[in-house]
């Protein structure tokens, strides 16, 4: 199974199309991402990233799905257990 997260780009750092890289923000954790990719995309845009490697643009509505979805999972994750099956 392959993953995408989004982040928002804070900064980009150009250069040759295929050496342009962009600082990320993923929800208060900064990477350096490559944009070779995504010759468009600009400060404030939202992107989906792979590997290290922004695969493409999204609105900010559909980036909040996206963290609305994996905090849901984390909450179920801490949730405490109801026990194993089978068990009284």
Avoid: W
């Avoid at 199974?1 to 993923?26: H, N, W, Y």
């Avoid at 468009?40 to 990233?49: C, I, W």
């Amino acid at each position: 199974m392959c993953l995408a997260v989004p982040g928002r780009v804070l900064a980009i750092s150009e250069g040759p199309l295929l050496q342009r890289t962009a600082k990320v923000d993923f929800a208060g954790i900064r990477k350096e991402v490559s944009l070779a990719c995504l010759p468009e995309a600009k400060p404030g845009d939202y992107v989906l990233v792979h590997v290290g490697i922004a695969i493409s643009v999204i609105d900010e509505s559909e980036a909040r799905r996206v963290f609305d979805y994996l905090d849901g999972l984390e909450a179920e994750e801490d949730a405490p257990s109801q026990g194993e099956p089978g068990q009284a």
